[in-house]
């Protein structure tokens, strides 16, 4: 390790090119702290190579496992196998990078540092088989603007994960966009058979997104790929400055609970890749009220029945959804593919609908039938004289034993001889 604190594409050995690097990070670095640096600068190019700056001062130090630019005050600990988060991260930090490592677990304060990370705005913990979130992971970063925890198995978010672990009235967090896409655990510990343990993971993400208002500040929040199945009912309700909400890619049947009617500001909402059936009123009244919303309904399963009426009549008429055109029936099969737009009213009725493979099932079962009732049938007419004389045997055994009754019968009912046979008896 050269007693620089940077790391980066080297320089040859060249001297001139080296003095001239030299000159241009002192000129850039000098330029940073004002200005806010672009995404632009992470390209290697912008790391300076600094191989000949004389003794860093101890701000300056680098974790092992990283490359650090305090010019694009950027420090990337890019798949590692870190198993947590370095201790003696730069002050400077503004991006931090901890993709593709193994750290299982976020304790609390994981980035809490003396003096604190006050300039970390953008935290990428992506790809990190990250399975646990403890309350008040993230505390202590007083900047931090934007969060990637994608492609993490989170099993355990704590309901305090973005705000502080024990204040009972959490400070709002400074978090404008949280990106959660693909966080779902492997599926043998999602599904326990109960209806509760297949939504156990909604209800836990819902929970750490309400945590008491803390993220009232948040303006994007992508939660794709996650295979939810519903959306808990107050799931946005303490999200009320969310501009951009991504549910791509999910398996949600209907909206029915939820209620988007706070998010005011809300301007894209992606619900494409699901498995939505039909809209109803109350959802479509509550996007018409947003004035800037944008919606997205791309690919999926329509039910064309009666149904589908209202939610035809309003995507004829409206502005909110761009990608209408595309929108097609799935059900039933007589209007598969058909474009909703193209739709007539009168089209759109409730019919028992039997999918086709069960509508051949059935006229199968029918003619099974109808083969065993003839086949009976033939049998009965086949042995018509054996069957006569049997009834005959019957009736006459019937009718020796109901003589015995009748007779017994019309003895007991009779007082008088009812009064002599048990007069006779005694
Ligand atoms: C975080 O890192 C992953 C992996 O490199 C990348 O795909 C993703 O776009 C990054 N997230 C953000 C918000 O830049
Ligand atoms: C949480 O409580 C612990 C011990 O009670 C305390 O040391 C810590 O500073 C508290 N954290 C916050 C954010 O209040
Ligand atoms: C299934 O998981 C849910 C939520 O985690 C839990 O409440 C329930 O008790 C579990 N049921 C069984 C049978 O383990
Ligand atoms: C959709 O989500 C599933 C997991 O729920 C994931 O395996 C798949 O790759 C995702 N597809 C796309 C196109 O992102
Ligand atoms: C909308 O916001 C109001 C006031 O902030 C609150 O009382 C109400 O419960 C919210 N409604 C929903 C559906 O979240
Ligand atoms: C839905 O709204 C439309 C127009 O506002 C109305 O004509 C229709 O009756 C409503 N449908 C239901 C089921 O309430
Ligand atoms: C819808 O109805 C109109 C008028 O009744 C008719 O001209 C049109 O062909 C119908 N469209 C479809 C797709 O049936």
């Not at 672990?165 to 599904?191: F, G, K, M, T, Y």
């Not at 343990?197 to 993400?205: I, L, R």
């Not at 099969?333 to 609908?353: G, Q, T, V, Y």
Request: proline residues 8%; glycine residues 6%; contains cysteine.
């Amino acid at each position: 390790m050269p007693g620089a604190g940077s790391r980066g594409p080297g320089v040859d050995g060249r001297l001139r090119l080296a003095r001239l690097a030299l000159v241009l990070s002192v000129w850039v670095s000098a330029w940073a702290p004002g200005s806010s640096a672009p995404s632009s600068s992470l390209s290697p190019a912008a790391f300076p190579a600094s191989a000949g700056s004389a003794q860093p001062p101890p701000a300056d130090r680098c974790p092992a496992a990283c490359e650090c630019s305090e010019a694009a005050r950027t420090v990337k600990c890019v798949n590692r196998d870190l198993q947590e988060v370095p201790a003696d991260l730069p002050p400077y930090v503004r991006n931090l990078f901890l993709t593709g490592n193994q750290m299982t677990v976020l304790p609390a304060g994981a980035f809490a540092r003396q003096p604190p990370l006050a300039d970390l705005a953008a935290l990428n913990l992506s790809g990190n088989h990250l399975e646990e979130v403890s309350a008040g992971a993230f505390e202590h970063l007083p900047g931090l603007r934007q969060l990637d925890l994608s492609h993490n198995p989170l099993s355990r978010l704590s309901p305090f994960a973005f705000s502080d672990s024990n204040a009972s009235i959490p400070a709002p967090s400074p978090l404008a966009e949280l990106i959660l896409n693909h966080v779902l655990p492997p599926e043998e510990q999602r599904d326990n058979g109960t209806f509760e343990g297949m939504v156990a993971f909604e209800s836990m993400v819902a929970a750490a997104l309400r945590s008491g208002f803390a993220l009232q500040g948040l303006q994007r929040l992508e939660l794709a790929s996650n295979h939810f199945l519903y959306l808990p009912r107050d799931f946005l309700a303490q999200l009320p400055g969310l501009r951009h909400l991504d549910l791509r890619n999910n398996s949600l049947v209907s909206l029915n609970y939820v209620s988007f009617r706070n998010l005011t500001q809300l301007q894209s909402l992606h619900l494409e890749d699901n498995a939505l059936k039909v809209l109803h009123n109350s959802t479509l009244a509550e996007w018409q009220g947003l004035a800037q919303v944008r919606v997205f309904l791309d690919n999926n399963p329509w039910v064309c029945d009666c149904y589908m009426a209202d939610m035809v009549a309003w995507l004829k008429e409206t502005e909110v959804v761009p990608d209408k055109a595309r929108l097609t029936c799935a059900f039933p099969e007589k209007m598969r593919k058909r474009a909703l737009l193209n739709l007539n009213i009168s089209d759109l009725n409730c019919d028992p609908i039997l999918p086709p493979s069960l509508q051949t099932s059935y006229v199968f079962l029918g003619i099974v039938l109808a083969l065993i009732g003839a086949i009976f049938l033939l049998v009965l007419y086949l042995n018509r004289k054996g069957i006569k004389k049997w009834m005959h045997n019957i009736r006459d055994a019937c009718r020796d034993h109901m003589e015995g009754y009748h007779y017994r019968y019309e003895i007991n009912a009779d007082p008088r001889l009812t009064n002599l046979s048990s007069n006779s008896d005694v």
